[in-house]
């Protein structure tokens, strides 16, 4: 299994040795920490969780620091403290796979486990786009602009069904709140690997704004 956090840095264009230019997102994946590790027996199933985006102890509650195994010991409870070599991390998140055996509570993951040429799916949250209406939000070509209709260029027109229906069907395209939404953009190739500064650079775009975070792993179709 390959698989990361990351914060989404922004767009940009490479060229590749023939010269031709390639539209890349950056993004500052890991290291991420091994904070729990899930077994058939214990859970139900294999995963591993991992850890990203260091930060201070003060900023996280006592179960999450019982959970980093950072909290301070107490006289009441000296066996409280069991330190996982972990530091206080922003960020959990969860990676099914087939075998956690070979995974440890504080091992380090970093982009070196991902090379170019490889196809990852990348989930994020998507921009939020406020309330829209259908064509935006849809594509509508709206209504003419001609014989009277002045005010209904962007309007959706019926919605209704036969009188026989008599209702609205669920599920009806309709303004509304439009994105911040869960998505997975699937099968994009990793282009190029920063080991030094823990970049790596994906073909196209990722969803998500600027500074968000992302989660990156092995492509499920490719």
Known sequence: MKGLLGIK??????????????????????????????????????????????????????????????????????????????????????????????????????????????????TGKTKGRGFAGTVKRYGFGGGLKTHGQSDRHRAPGSIGATSGTAHVFKGKRMAGHMGNVRYTAQNLQVVRIDTEKNLIAIKGAVPGPKGSLVKIRDAAKS
């Not at 069991?82 to 504080?106: N, T």
């Open 9 to 122: 840095l922004g767009m940009t264009q490479i060229f590749d040795e023939a010269g031709n230019v390639i539209p890349v997102t950056i993004i500052q994946a890991g290291p991420c920490y091994v904070t729990q590790v899930k077994t058939t027996d214990k859970d139900g199933y294999e995963a591993i969780q991992v850890g990203f985006g260091e930060t201070k102890e003060k900023r996280l509650t006592r179960g999450e620091l019982g959970h980093l195994g950072l909290l301070k010991r107490d006289q009441k409870h000296p066996s409280r403290k069991v330190s996982k070599g972990i530091p206080p991390v922003r960020h959990l998140a969860e990676f099914r796979l087939k075998d956690a055996s070979e995974y440890e509570i504080g091992q380090v993951l970093t982009v070196e486990q991902f090379q170019a040429g490889d196809r990852v799916d990348v």
